[in-house]
């Protein structure tokens, strides 16, 4: 489960006396699985994990048309083609099943969904409601709901 922390407001004073302008930004430290993540009011910082869960899911969609188009006939083929393991393509495919709110979220950044690639690999319910309810416990920052 996450540890959040929320600190300060935004503010822009300045000090006189030590000629400085002094700027405070409100911020959310992170902690889960001894991984600490900084999140401003612009977006995350050190979002890797996310970035590498959209490209994952990106390269579902791909692979997916690309066996539903008949170009491949099964998922060893495809990974021979892809120079990759018959497993990767079954686990990022199985990515295109999960809750279209739940993959908008992870492609466009919006919503509250922080997951990583290494939680959604792992199996997850094929309900969309389930879902939610399984990533919700596993979110960084979980939806508000």
Excluded at 35 to 45: L, R
Excluded at 48 to 59: G, K, N, P, T
Excluded at 101 to 112: F, H, M, R, S, W
Aim: aromatic fraction near 4%; include cysteine.
């Amino acid at each position: 489960m996450a540890v959040i922390q929320k600190n300060g407001k935004e503010t822009v004073e300045y000090l006189k006396e030590e000629n400085l302008i002094k700027v405070t930004v409100p911020i959310k430290i992170i902690r889960r699985g001894g991984k600490t993540t900084i999140e401003t009011p612009d977006g995350m910082v050190g979002h890797e994990e996310m970035v590498s869960l959209q490209r994952a899911l990106i390269q579902g969609h791909r692979w997916i048309r690309m066996l539903e188009s008949g170009k491949f006939t099964n998922l060893e083929a495809l990974a021979k083609k892809e120079k990759t393991d018959k497993s990767r393509v079954a686990k990022l495919i199985r990515l295109t099943c999960l809750a279209p709110d739940i993959q908008e979220a992870i492609l466009c950044n919006t919503g509250t969904w922080v997951l990583t690639l290494k939680d959604c690999k792992k199996s997850f319910p094929l309900l969309w409601a389930k879902q939610r309810e399984h990533f919700k416990r596993l979110a960084l920052i979980s939806p508000i709901a």
